[in-house]
């Protein structure tokens, strides 16, 4: 049973936009903290942004911080990115994760449902 699924990735030009978009079961979404992150060929999956279950709290990796806004919306059981200025290092298959605690946190570790990833090309 799918619990998590990822849409709205493509291909931009550098220095465009692009938002992607995570709709949950309540089951992973409900009291549960949400995250984005992120996998380029070669490279070990690492931490993009996160979110509590209020919104109170976001966490950024620096390398997207003040490009990317993670945002939810708890009535839709969706969370989203945001991605501006994008740069070709940004290239990469970016997954949707949840996570057993309220509060955002940038371990991968501490989530435990993953969606399938939806793939995100930028072009110099």
């Known amino acids: 049973q799918v619990q998590l699924v990822e849409s709205g990735g493509g291909l931009v030009q550098a220095g465009g936009s692009l938002r992607l978009s995570c709709a949950a079961s309540e089951r992973t979404f409900s009291n549960r903290a949400m995250g984005w992150f992120r996998q380029a060929p070669g490279k070990d999956r690492e931490f993009v942004a996160s979110i509590a279950w209020s919104s109170a709290y976001t966490y950024y990796a620096d390398s997207v911080k003040d490009r990317f806004t993670i945002s939810r919306d708890n009535a839709k059981n969706t969370v989203y990115l945001q991605m501006n200025s994008l740069k070709p290092e940004d290239t990469a298959v970016y997954y949707c994760?949840?996570?057993?605690?309220?509060?955002?946190?940038?371990?991968?570790?501490?989530?435990?449902?993953w969606g399938q990833g939806t793939q995100v090309t930028v072009s110099s």
């Open positions: 994760a949840s996570a057993g605690k309220i509060w955002g946190t940038r371990t991968a570790g501490d989530y435990d449902y």
